[in-house]
């Protein structure tokens, strides 16, 4: 049981946050989850990227930014342009450095 639930912890606010951070993060910390789809929300047009549990059927919506979704959608379909993004280039730095 959470102790403050119990009444033991003098600032049962902050007991109560840090006790819920801690079993959030371990909760969502042994979920694998994968890029499922990217779609778009019909209210807002804002694109919604899909996470899909691996080993079962829950998923979990995040609203991005267009750019961001774009990004993803060029990765996801293996689309390669003339020029590295911004994020492409990221990542090949830091390859060369662990590589060092």
Do not use: C
């Amino acid at each position: 049981m959470l102790s403050f639930l119990k009444g033991k912890n003098p600032d049962p606010l902050k007991g109560a946050a840090q006790e819920l951070l801690a079993l959030f993060g371990e909760i969502m910390s042994n979920i694998s989850m994968y890029v499922h789809a990217i779609t778009l929300d019909a209210d807002s047009n804002s694109p919604i990227l899909i996470l899909k549990e691996e080993n079962g059927e829950r998923t979990l919506p995040i609203w991005i930014g267009l750019l961001e979704a774009t990004a993803i959608a060029t990765e996801m379909e293996k689309i390669e342009f003339a020029r590295p993004m911004t994020h492409d280039l990221s990542v090949n730095l830091l390859k060369k450095m662990v590589k060092e």
